[in-house]
């Protein structure tokens, strides 16, 4: 039976993860999406949001309003270029703790490295196509990109003849954080203009959590924020600002695959509904979520769902001679990445009381042990 | 695809170059070759018209209007990206007009009728027996472009192979022009094509040449 | 089609011949070069011998404009004068495009890897099969010995590498599996350069910047 887009009154959040990479969608409403990071489908080539939004039925080109990349983390935006190409409808959205000249000096220089990491190359290329259509055109207003920041809102889809009102906000990064983003920038340049050290990748307290409301519903997405020590950075920040938007929300994306230095526990009272739907996205490299971070995780929910198990990668099949040569020089090998797993729910928004469908496709899976 | 007999991969490049400049210590000196690699060259000549050294894995000529780097070795295709992409990042200023991106390849055919098919099936002899006798191909170019990259110009060749009996050489060839209407643009261009093109034609390479093969099936 | 073919070199040279009896013997002097050619002429073509340095099994057919004749008592001179004993120097010459190699090389696999973390002995990489782009990275773990000791200034967090696994046929027809790795090599900017870029990326930011 071919898959179809929500009905526009539907709220529906799809989190793709195959170990080493995360996308996630949400339709806002009345055909209108929001792709947040992007990986890319092994099997097709071509990152998994356009694959997806396209086999629904989706126009991409003109009902993506947003695309967003949380942070500057390989893992989270392969391919994201492409997205947006793909996208003239849609607004770009990074952070803001990054100056964006110095951004741009660092990308532009990074991007002269064949080897440069796969974020830096993304984000030339973006600035590229972003370049491309304000020279075909388009207003200078509409075209750079919209630079997140605490309590910024992103877009608003507010028009009284939708089915559904919605709106975007970012909740990170903190003010306070713009500082220790300069510092690391201008590391980051160094490092490349030497070339003799390699480049931090960005620090996750810059992330991006997304804070949605659609219809009568709350969806926040926690990027890879984590809870630092301090009030004014990480989680401690979001929950102690005035200006944040009100609500509880009732699906999560975890952040940061649900690692220790992720978890806030007053988070979970303050931001979140009762017995909210948590997705964790598997990040194979750090072996994450461990089975203590799912313990963790299902004391303070039932609804956990998973889209891979980061310890049941198959490896790939090749030349016995290939295999045999590996098997000798290597001293130990894992697969990093498995089936593209897909979670995703649907949820009539205009109420607050509907049962969502959940589904898990491609080794998604349920996780704590009373579901 | 079938293992060639001889595989081969060249970037070639027009404009206005010093060839006495294009030395194997230079290269060693800016790290873009080891530095055993560049004492160990065998330089044929390197003057002010003519540069041409080789090392273990490639071949490096320049002529005033032309540089050329070669490589037979498949292992070393992406470092002989890395090679031309890193000379023109440091002369940034070269005027280069043209680059022309290559691979080719001879291959043994399994029989002289697999080798005849091939020819007839791309060239039939019919339109010819009237003007002479025997008609064979003897060599076929073919231009177009890949739809996804609308801005290269394609070339494939094709031709009984000088190297192996009864064998079939296949060359891919894509071309790109600079953008820019002066040589003032100098080389600033090249590296990203490189980074961008290279692996897309090697492989693009392999897919003719099955392709190619194919036609000499029953 | 700007392809790998060889294409006629046309260089300033000068040509100084003897003419003895039944033959003909000069050399073709190219400025700069460190061998000189040996000329046997026939009639009135000019061959160049296979004592071409670097130039193997190629004999070219170079046509001269005019050609200078010392007497025949006198040895022909081992390298050029400053003053050219040619009117019209124009010599053809044609330079081979490529050596083969004497190896005959079959991949079987081909990884792009990164140099994840360094340990005492060895060393963690990620590797992105090149071969199969639609497999899945994985991580290995590799000894440091199996880096070559002149790719050891460049290995380092974030290094690339290119490894390939294979067989190599010797031109005795010994075939080897053999597995090679090389770190990737790119240039380091000059100041100069990274001025420029940061010059272009001001721009750039200038220009989608909102104000």
């Excluded at chain 1, 741009?104 to 990074?110: A, L």
């Excluded at chain 1, 988070?267 to 490299?285: F, N």
């Excluded at chain 2, 080719?104 to 099936?121: D, L, M, N, V």
Aim: overall charge neutral; proline content about 6%; aromatic content about 6%.
């Amino acid at each position: 039976m071919p898959d179809t887009a929500p009905n526009p009154h539907e709220l529906e959040i799809s989190v793709f993860g195959p170990g080493f990479g995360e996308c996630i969608l949400v339709h806002v409403g009345d055909g209108d999406w929001v792709i947040v990071d992007s990986c890319i489908d092994r099997k097709s080539g071509q990152p998994i949001a356009l694959d997806y939004l396209r086999s629904i039925g989706v126009n991409v080109a003109s009902q993506v309003k947003l695309v967003v990349a949380t942070h500057w983390h390989d893992d989270h935006i392969r391919g994201i270029a492409q997205v947006l190409h793909a996208t003239p409808g849609a607004r770009f959205v990074d952070s803001d703790a990054y100056p964006f000249k110095e951004l741009v000096e660092m990308v532009e220089i990074g991007a002269t490295s064949p080897s440069h990491s796969s974020a830096t190359k993304e984000y030339h290329q973006i600035l590229s196509i972003l370049k491309k259509r304000q020279e075909r055109g388009q207003r200078a207003e509409t075209v750079g990109p919209v630079r997140a920041i605490a309590n910024r809102r992103l877009l608003a889809l507010t028009n009284a003849e939708r089915a559904l009102q919605a709106e975007v906000f970012s909740l990170s990064p903190a003010d306070s954080s713009i500082a220790l983003a300069r510092a690391e920038l201008s590391y980051a340049l160094d490092a490349i203009k030497d070339r003799s050290r390699p480049p931090k990748q960005g620090a996750n307290e810059f992330s991006i959590v997304l804070w949605l409301k659609v219809g009568a519903l709350d969806v926040m997405l926690g990027a890879d924020l984590e809870h630092v020590s301090g009030t004014t950075e990480g989680w401690r920040a979001i929950l102690r600002s005035a200006e944040r938007p009100s609500g509880h929300a009732r699906f999560f994306k975890v952040p940061h695959h649900r690692s220790e230095n992720a978890d806030c526990p007053e988070s979970w009272t303050e931001l979140l509904s009762q017995q909210p739907i948590a997705v964790v996205t598997a990040h194979s490299p750090s072996r994450r979520p461990r089975p203590s971070d799912i313990s963790r995780l299902c004391a303070r929910t039932q609804h956990v769902l998973l889209t891979s198990d980061p310890y049941r990668y198959a490896l790939p099949r090749r030349d016995k001679a290939v295999e045999r040569t590996m098997n000798e020089t290597a001293l130990s090998r894992r697969v990093l990445s498995g089936q593209m797993g897909h979670v995703r729910v649907r949820c009539d928004a205009r109420t607050v009381g509907e049962n969502p469908m959940i589904e898990l496709r491609n080794g998604a899976k349920r996780t704590c042990a009373s579901q | 695809m079938q293992v060639p007999e001889i595989d081969s991969a060249a970037i070639v490049m027009l404009g206005s170059f010093n060839p006495a400049i294009f030395q194997p210590r230079w290269l060693g000196v800016q790290k873009l070759i080891r530095a055993e690699e560049a004492e160990n060259a065998k330089i044929t000549v390197i003057q002010s018209e003519l540069a041409d050294f080789s090392t273990e894995w490639f071949q490096l000529q320049v002529l005033q209007g032309r540089f050329m780097v070669t490589c037979n070795d498949p292992r070393q295709y992406a470092p002989l990206r890395d090679l031309a992409g890193g000379i023109f990042t440091l002369l940034p200023h070269t005027p280069v007009t043209r680059v022309g991106l290559n691979r080719s390849f001879h291959f043994a055919t399994p029989s002289i009728e697999s080798w005849h098919r091939i020819g007839h099936r791309l060239a039939p002899k019919e339109p010819w027996n009237s003007l002479m006798e025997s008609p064979g191909l003897r060599s076929m170019l073919i231009q177009g472009s890949q739809k996804e990259f609308a801005d290269g110009v394609l070339h494939i060749k094709v031709e009984p192979s000088l190297k192996i009996g009864q064998g079939l050489f296949v060359e891919v060839n894509e071309e790109f022009q600079s953008a820019a209407k002066a040589e003032t643009e100098g080389a600033y261009w090249v590296p990203d094509l490189l980074t961008a093109r290279w692996d897309a034609i090697l492989k693009f390479a392999e897919v003719a040449a099955n392709h190619l093969l194919e036609l000499g099936k029953e | 089609m700007l392809g790998a073919t060889i294409e006629p070199l046309s260089m300033k040279a000068h040509i100084l011949m003897r003419r003895s009896e039944g033959h003909h013997e000069g050399r073709v002097l190219f400025p700069g070069l460190k061998e000189q050619f040996l000329i046997l002429q026939e009639s009135c073509q000019v061959n160049v011998a296979r004592h071409l340095i670097g130039l193997d099994g190629v004999s070219s057919v170079i046509t001269v404009g005019e050609v200078g004749y010392i007497p025949q008592n006198q040895p022909l001179p081992a390298s050029l004068p400053d003053q050219s004993v040619t009117k019209n120097p124009d010599v053809l010459l044609r330079l081979p495009s490529l050596k083969e190699s004497k190896w005959k090389v079959t991949v079987l696999q081909q990884w792009v890897g990164r140099v994840e973390r360094i340990e005492r002995l060895t060393f963690y990489a990620v590797l992105n099969d090149a071969t199969n782009p639609q497999n899945p990275p994985e991580e290995v773990e590799l000894e440091i010995a199996e880096i070559s000791p002149s790719d050891r200034s460049l290995f380092i967090p974030g290094a690339t590498f290119y490894w390939s696994i294979g067989y190599q046929d010797t031109p005795g027809g010994q075939r080897q599996r053999v597995s090679v790795l090389r770190i990737a090599r790119h240039p380091r900017l000059s100041d100069t350069d990274v001025d420029r870029i940061l010059k272009q990326a001001d721009s750039l930011a200038a220009f989608l910047e909102i104000a």
